[in-house]
């Protein structure tokens, strides 16, 4: 009898230890942490950011936030209007120097005549990563492509140093790796590409360090910190997201742009007919 007794509350005893585990909570430190994404790695076992991306945002309009606002053309009513956007600038507004920022808002009242997106000019860098076309990423171990919808324009990263032969639109790119991150470093522009619509420009001494890290399968964290003593009071940073084309028939399709620029670009050659 005794020793039913003893069992009996050794099995109450056992029950409210398992009842206390259940309900106390987990430590937080203890908790199964939220792994950084790993992305499915090349043959020589980097991250595979192979594939056809396009940011989704209103930047290639104004890098800055904007509200909605006509187009360049009152013909063109709706058809062409600026879309609002949050902007992708961090913080704060972008750093000019104040005869920097008087030659930006120039640029912008003027931006029919200087804007080279519309003589289908090469767009520069970072500018190419967030114009409304689609572009391709290929790697190798030795260089990376970019291959981009708008104009055929290309990127070559170098991720063995390699030295810019010249000045040029999109600049000269040395890529290494952190990690999970794409680091590409570039150098030796010209100071003719602009970085929007909305007149915000560079000088011949733009630095642009970029960042491409997979935050999973069909997304890239995208950020390019931009340095230009001759026009900015400090470096400063844009970030966005990178989406995926994940149709079947994905593929960079032809936009040779020139053709449709012709008339701004050589109109004024044209003989005029005699009267």
């Known amino acids: 009898m005794r020793n039913r007794y003893r069992n009996t509350i050794a099995g109450f005893a056992g029950l ?18 939220a792994q950084p994404y790993r992305a499915p790695r090349t043959k020589d076992g980097k991250p595979d950011l192979n594939g056809i ?7 290639n309009w104004d890098i800055e936030g904007h509200g909605a606002a ?15 956007g949050l902007g992708v600038v961090e913080a704060g507004p972008i750093p000019y120097k104040p005869e920097a920022l008087q030659k930006k808002q120039e640029n912008f009242a003027d931006r029919m005549n200087r804007d080279p997106e519309i003589k289908c000019y090469l767009p520069g860098v970072p500018r ?3 114009m409304p076309y689609p572009f391709q990423i290929i790697t190798s171990p030795q260089h990376i492509m970019m291959a981009f919808e708008y104009a055929g324009a290309v990127r070559t990263v170098y991720m063995n140093h390699s030295d810019a032969p010249a000045d040029s639109w999109m600049g ?18 010209n100071d003719l590409s602009w970085f929007d619509r909305a007149g915000n420009y560079h000088s011949d001494a733009l630095h642009v360090v970029e960042r491409f890290t997979a935050a999973d399968k069909d997304h890239l964290n995208y950020e390019a910190t931009i ?16 989406y995926r084309i994940v149709e079947k028939n ?9 053709e449709f620029s012709e008339e701004v670009l050589y109109g004024k050659l044209a003989k005029v007919p005699p009267k």
């Not at 991306?53 to 930047?59: D, I, R, T």
């Not at 360049?72 to 600026?82: H, I, K, M, N, T």
């Open 250 to 258: 994905a593929q960079i399709l032809e936009d040779k742009c020139v």
């Open 16 to 33: 409210g230890v398992l009842i206390a585990l259940i309900l106390t909570p987990t430590p937080y430190h203890a908790q199964t942490q």
């Open 70 to 84: 006509p187009g360049p053309l009152w013909q063109l009513g709706a058809e062409f209007s600026v879309p609002p």
């Open 172 to 189: 000269w790119s040395n890529g290494h790796w952190e990690g999970e991150t794409l680091v590409v470093d570039t150098t030796d522009f």
């Open 128 to 130: 190419a990563m967030y």
């Open 227 to 242: 340095e230009d003593p001759k026009v900015f009071t400090r470096p400063w940073k844009i970030s966005m997201p990178l």
């Open 53 to 59: 991306w396009q940011a989704v945002n209103s930047a």
